[in-house]
């Protein structure tokens, strides 16, 4: 699952679907443990103003389903995506760079990473059985970064459930 900066203005994400297959082989008669992500709202913040005091806070969401995993739990990562690091994740137009993070809690206190480097996965939970379930995403572009250039900026970032 993939988080594309887009157009300056809008993060939207891309999922991919997760495909088993058998080749000559029969069939198990029981469900192999699943899951996916059905949607993403993207993380929109809007036109940044760099002489703006105040922090670009922004939120979205990812809804995901699982089947079978009971009784199990499950955690779900964000990666580093451009900048390689979790402090400060960067969207990049060329070299140059725009700070950028998400976050567990609306406080955006708790970095979402895949609990190294001082951040926090989300979970583990137990999910319920082929039910979806939604979990807001919480977005940060720290006020002040005067030395952004105007431009369209990007980054990619890695979604991945763990069961």
Same mark, same amino acid.
């Given at each position: +699952?993939?988080?594309?900066?887009?157009?300056?203005?809008?993060?939207?994400?891309?999922?991919? #679907?997760?495909?088993?297959?058998?080749?000559? +082989?029969? =069939?198990?008669?029981?469900?192999?443990?699943?899951?996916?992500?059905?949607?993403?709202?993207?993380?929109?913040?809007?036109?940044?103003?760099?002489?703006?005091? @105040?922090?670009?806070?922004?939120?979205? &969401?990812?809804?995901?389903?699982?089947?079978?995993?009971?009784?199990?739990?499950?955690?779900?990562?964000?990666?580093?995506?451009?900048?390689?690091?979790? @402090?400060? =994740?960067? +969207?990049?137009?060329? &070299?140059?760079?725009?700070?950028?993070?998400?976050?567990?809690?609306?406080? =955006?206190?708790?970095?979402?990473?895949?609990?190294?480097?001082?951040?926090?996965?989300?979970?583990?939970? @137990?999910?319920?059985?082929?039910?979806?379930?939604?979990?807001?995403?919480? #977005?940060?572009?720290?006020?002040?970064?005067?030395?952004?250039?105007?431009?369209?900026?990007?980054?990619?970032?890695?979604?991945?459930?763990?069961?």
């Amino acid at each position: +699952m993939k988080l594309q900066w887009l157009n300056g203005s809008t993060l939207r994400w891309l999922s991919y #679907g997760l495909i088993f297959s058998t080749v000559g +082989m029969a =069939r198990p008669s029981f469900a192999l443990p699943s899951c996916s992500i059905e949607s993403v709202v993207g993380v929109n913040f809007g036109a940044y103003d760099v002489f703006n005091s @105040a922090h670009n806070d922004s939120t979205g &969401s990812i809804t995901y389903r699982c089947t079978e995993v009971a009784p199990g739990t499950i955690t779900i990562d964000l990666s580093q995506g451009n900048s390689g690091s979790f @402090a400060t =994740r960067q +969207m990049r137009q060329g &070299s140059d760079s725009l700070n950028y993070n998400f976050y567990l809690d609306p406080t =955006r206190s708790t970095v979402w990473g895949d609990g190294s480097g001082g951040t926090s996965q989300y979970g583990p939970v @137990a999910p319920g059985e082929n039910v979806s379930t939604s979990i807001p995403v919480y #977005g940060r572009i720290p006020a002040q970064q005067t030395s952004v250039k105007v431009g369209n900026y990007s980054d990619t970032v890695t979604i991945t459930i763990n069961f």
